[in-house]
């Protein structure tokens, strides 16, 4: 008789996990006082003071700059145009490279290239999953102008090391901290520590307005080119007095009143929700932490962990069974989607070798790899950054059963399903010898 669900038992869970939904009547009367307006967007591309946006905008900026201490705040439509913005506003072109991470959302390597300029993957650490200050070292080039590092999800990265080598080599440091808003290194947030961060708030992220980023940086000369490139900059340079005007042509990359509206009520929640998540992935990480082969997420020293996911590692030497095996066993034992969401949340690997994407191994741009202002040697190989392959091919696994919306009793459920599986352990190994044989 077949114990675990995989291979035909009964799962721990059937009754799908509660969604986190963290809108409420708050965002309603937002929303609704907004439309009541009429004014869903008061922005302009022009110099005159609708420029900068309408009442929403400004204020949803001027409360993130007071929460996360930092001069100015952009918001923007996604993350994704908010990481674009900052490679144009480093003033990041054609023959220039930028380190990006492998181990991350696509869109953070392709940001380099938007400006013509040639992603270059330094390796990851294998602890946090953030690059490493080494590899970032070993891969700087007299062609390299900024780190595009990410916090990766929910651990900052090694700030000290980064800057220092940022310094050392005249760099600028973009900090995508999509993943990571409160995230704390040495006293603070991450996304503040470089010279420009980035955080996003799409539907997926700690809280959100839909779809929608912000822009955080101390540098007023990074401040007006990020807010000309959201707009139109190339309209309004003369009429600003604008006197360095590279890379200031612009986009529409503006976030609408409502969203805006939404976000300022988000954002008070912010605090309370990511306390709920620390809560509920160190009770995780503490139970299911104890089985062997499972290492629980790291927390290094003076960090705060913000768990946008829960990444384990799974040893398949102690074990016996592979990661991708125990992955499917566990996801048999609990539902792994939220309602109306079509998203696992459990999953192997977390997120593929960026390089190993066709528009690297195909070099599928004109003007960056093949630019003739180009004079370096990148190179997108499999096996160019074995710490990442390894992760992502072999040892991690993550899940998000950490969400604020999780319940005691749901967590019990969760822990229950771990366990049934360590319990049937040799039912598994029977299953994963018989699929390797038939294929
Ligand atoms: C979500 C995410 C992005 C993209 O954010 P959008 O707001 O969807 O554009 C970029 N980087 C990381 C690390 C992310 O998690």
């Not at 290094?300 to 069974?321: L, M």
Request: charged letters at 25%.
């Amino acid at each position: 008789m077949a114990n675990l669900a995989l291979t035909g038992g009964k799962p721990v869970r059937t009754k799908i996990f509660p969604q986190s939904n963290t809108i409420g009547e708050e965002e309603k009367k937002a929303v609704m006082k907004v439309l009541d307006s009429g004014n869903l967007s008061q922005f302009v591309g022009s110099w005159n003071p609708d420029f900068t946006g309408g009442p929403m905008v400004k204020e949803f900026e001027k409360n993130w700059a007071d929460a996360f201490g930092v001069k100015y705040c952009f918001a923007v439509n996604s993350n994704t145009s908010g990481l674009y913005s900052c490679i144009g506003a480093c003033n990041i072109g054609p023959g220039d490279e930028v380190i990006v991470s492998p181990y991350t959302m696509t869109a953070g390597a392709i940001a380099p290239l938007i400006y013509g300029a040639v992603p270059v993957f330094a390796d990851i650490d294998e602890d946090t999953f953030c690059l490493d200050p080494k590899s970032i070292e070993a891969n700087i080039t007299s062609r390299t102008k900024a780190i595009l590092l990410v916090h990766i999800c929910g651990h900052p990265s090694e700030m000290d090391e980064i800057m220092r080598i940022a310094r050392k080599y005249n760099l600028k440091v973009i900090e995508d901290a999509a993943q990571s808003p409160m995230a704390v290194y040495k006293g603070k947030f991450a996304g503040t520590i470089g010279d420009v961060g980035i955080f996003s708030l799409n539907y997926h992220k700690h809280i959100h307005t839909g779809e929608g980023g912000m822009i955080v940086t101390n540098d007023p000369a990074i401040a007006e080119k990020v807010e000309l490139i959201r707009n139109h900059g190339e309209a309004v340079v003369e009429g600003k007095k604008t006197k360095d005007i590279w890379n200031t042509f612009g986009f529409n990359y503006r976030m609408t009143e409502m969203e805006a509206a939404v976000g300022i009520e988000q954002l008070k929640k912010l605090p309370g929700l990511v306390e709920k998540r620390i809560a509920n992935a160190e009770y995780l990480s503490d139970v299911i932490g104890k089985l062997p082969g499972i290492t629980p997420p790291v927390v290094k020293d003076g960090c705060r962990h913000v768990y946008y996911q829960q990444t384990f590692k799974f040893s398949s030497q102690i074990t016996g069974i592979h990661r991708n095996t125990f992955v499917e066993a566990l996801k048999a034992e609990l539902p792994t989607m939220v309602l109306r969401e079509n998203t696992p949340i459990i999953g192997s690997g977390f997120a593929p070798p960026l390089y190993l994407q066709p528009i690297y191994q195909q070099r599928l741009h004109k003007c960056s790899f093949n630019c003739p202002r180009y004079d370096g040697i990148v190179s997108y190989e499999r096996g160019l950054c074995p710490v990442t392959e390894r992760m992502f091919f072999e040892e991690v696994f993550t899940h998000e059963f950490m969400r604020p919306s999780f319940s005691k009793s749901d967590l019990e459920d969760v822990v229950n399903a771990y366990n049934k599986v360590y319990e049937n352990l040799d039912e598994l190994k029977e299953f994963e010898s018989k699929k390797t044989v038939s294929a």
